[in-house]
């Protein structure tokens, strides 16, 4: 048996043996290299658009290629027929990634690719979609070219374009084909003392847009100089009279405000200086301040900007885009039975307001009947003082509400004193709307009195400034909204006045004075 076996495992081994040499020649050898009779197409194609209107192109190299041809097609849809509106040939990859300029703004093309060789077929196609974004070929509004009631907006000089569309207001100018060549075009019929945007078309696509402010309508407004005794003009001023200061700087003391008046900057960009101003209202008059800087340096008795100097009802209060900075006792000062229509403060900025003798904003025994304080930025002030301060004046006007909103600001190294209270206001009804404001590097809180009465308290950032969310003083009020944050806003330059915030969430959210999240 064992003789056997070991037959039948001889003749098997035989067998095998013979079966794979004779299937040898079949075999075939490890492949190594893989010849193909033309060129791989490029892959990892890419487009990023840049400068508005150019498209930088990359692919992965192709093993044998000697150079690369580039089409592009003035559509969307990876169609390539007809004729291309660009064609580059000729390109090594030592150039990719690789630019191409001179496409139309707000436009969807399509690019396509192909491997170039010496002695093998070209590759096939690999393409692609993109599409611009849209121009701008608009300079920069110089402020020699902006007027009360018409500006000249100026772009790349034979640059084409169709049409200058302006809001508000939906102005329309017709480019004329000598504008295009000089790259220039005046455009009439506007507002003074209005923000624009204006937007330059090509038909129906946009080659620029760019903002700017009108200056002030002179109209009916008398205008003043640095050699004019602004003093004796505003103390003699009647009803209605609104001044137009030219830049320059004012040295002005204790101003006596009978009229209700305008006082305005004629340039925002280079806004006069009054310098050591005391503007002290008396009853009945109104009064709106704009595009000024207010400089208390010297002002007589260390005072206050605003003065209200006597019992009785005054109309409104409008101060608006001006700086306010040096002043030493504070900047807004009612004590005196003064009823005012309603107090607008937005677009300031106030800094290095000492308070010595007085609170920022100070209501004595005065009362607006409506307080809006938006878009302003303030530091470096109230070191020692509280910020907002409305006293309890119900023996004078038990039945009044006053409304109160403070939204949108930026307040950095105010009340920084643990003791100092952002909402002094006890005033015996108000409702307080405190929304969007980012207050920063201070230890003060927000009030400890009963009768602040805080309507809505939403999306307020808290940097360094922990008493606003955790006071622990007595009968503290502490911002307890699930939308309060706690982040570094990141301000650029704080020392020198710059709060331009890095902080992109702050930014998307739109907290804090809205000039600095640009």
Same mark, same amino acid.
């Given at each position: ?80 027929? !007809?004729?291309?509106?660009? $064609? ?5 990859? @030592?150039? +990719?990634?690789? =630019? *191409? &300029? ?89 507002? !003074?003392?209005?923000?624009? $945007? ?5 038909? @129906?696509? +946009?080659?620029? =847009? *760019? &903002? ?307």
């Amino acid at each position: 048996m064992k003789t056997f076996i070991k037959q039948i495992t001889i003749v098997w081994s035989i067998v095998a043996i013979a079966f794979f040499a004779g299937c040898s020649d079949d075999i075939d050898p490890l492949v190594t290299s893989l010849d193909t009779d033309r060129l791989f197409s490029p892959i990892n194609f890419s487009v990023k658009i840049t400068n508005k209107t150019s498209a930088t192109l990359s692919w992965t190299a192709v093993n044998g290629a000697q150079n690369y041809n580039i089409e592009f097609y003035a559509n969307g849809n990876q169609d390539y027929s !007809g004729t291309p509106v660009k $064609t580059i040939s000729g390109i090594t990859y @030592t150039q +990719v990634p690789y =630019t *191409v &300029s001179g496409f139309d703004g707000e436009t969807a093309y399509s690019a396509r690719v192909q491997a170039m060789g010496s002695d093998i077929d070209n590759s096939k196609w690999t393409s692609i979609t993109f599409k611009t974004d849209a121009e701008q070929i608009f300079l920069p509004v110089a402020q020699d070219d902006i007027q009360a009631t018409q500006v000249t907006l100026r772009w790349t000089a034979g640059e084409a374009a169709t049409q200058i569309v302006l809001t508000p207001g939906d102005i329309k100018h017709d480019v004329t084909s000598e504008e295009i060549e000089n790259g220039a075009a005046t455009v009439t019929g506007l507002t !003074g003392e209005t923000t624009y $945007t204006a937007v330059l078309m090509k038909d @129906t696509k +946009v080659r620029g =847009t *760019v &903002s700017f402010t009108t200056k002030i309508d002179l109209g009916g407004a008398i205008p003043v100089y640095p050699e004019d005794d602004l003093t004796a003009m505003i103390t003699e001023a009647v009803d209605g009279d609104v001044f137009a200061i030219f830049p320059g700087t004012y040295n002005l003391q204790d101003i006596t405000v009978s009229a209700s008046i305008g006082i305005k900057g004629t340039d925002p960009a280079d806004k006069p200086i009054l310098k050591g101003v005391i503007l002290r209202i008396k009853a009945g008059a109104a009064i709106t301040l704009k595009d000024l800087v207010l400089d208390g340096t010297g002002a007589k008795d260390n005072n206050q900007t605003v003065i209200y100097d006597a019992d009785g009802s005054y109309g409104a209060f409008k101060m608006e885009d001006c700086e306010i900075k040096n002043y030493v006792k504070g900047t807004f000062y009612v004590n005196t039975k003064a009823l005012i229509e309603s107090v607008t403060i937005k677009g300031c900025i106030y800094s290095n307001i000492e308070c010595s003798g007085g609170d920022f904003i100070d209501f004595r025994t005065g009362v607006a009947k409506k307080f809006e304080y938006t878009n302003n930025t303030a530091y470096n002030s109230a070191l020692a003082r509280d910020f907002f301060r409305m006293d309890n004046s119900s023996t004078n006007f038990s039945a009044l509400t006053s409304t109160i909103n403070i939204s949108n600001n930026t307040f950095n190294n105010v009340s920084i004193g643990t003791g100092n209270r952002m909402l002094y206001i006890r005033f015996v009804s108000n409702e307080i709307t405190f929304d969007k404001n980012i207050i920063a590097n201070t230890q003060g809180y927000y009030t400890n009195q009963a009768s602040t009465t805080i309507k809505e308290m939403k999306q307020n950032d808290y940097w360094n400034a922990p008493n606003f969310t955790g006071s622990t003083t007595a009968n503290a009020k502490n911002d307890t909204d699930p939308s309060r944050t706690n982040l570094d806003p990141g301000f650029k330059n704080a020392s020198a006045g710059d709060f331009t915030v890095s902080n992109e969430t702050l930014k998307e959210d739109g907290i804090g004075d809205p000039r600095w999240l640009q």
